[in-house]
């Protein structure tokens, strides 16, 4: 399995609700295609750097990802028919820097399973 990286554009007319939605069908379809999501980023809403469809604004989700290349080209094939993608892009990670990202991915693990649980007040 290779690994990628994916920014996704969602429409900045959605509800809460919906945004939330349309983030969790986008990790279904990977999972039933065969994939993982390693690692999912909310970057918010942005001003795009030029007006895409008639919009000027768009909600940023960062995805990191481990799938075969079938999953990945299922995914692109989504993208183009769900209405309330504006824009979306994936890239190959190369060999270094999906070691450099299964790396920070397991110092981030071990740092929280070492953190010390929080106290909870009885």
Known sequence: MNYYENVVIFDDTLSEENLRAAIEKVKGVMQEAGGQILKAEEWGMRKLAYELNKHKKG????YSLKAPSDAVRK????YKIYDVV????????????A?????????AAAAAAAAPAPEQKV
């Open 59 to 62: 909600f940023y989700v960062f």
């Open 99 to 107: 070691r450099a990202l299964e790396a920070s991915l397991q110092a």
């Open 86 to 97: 504006i824009k979306y892009m994936v890239v190959k990670l190369s060999g270094k820097q």
């Open 75 to 78: 995914l692109e094939e989504f």
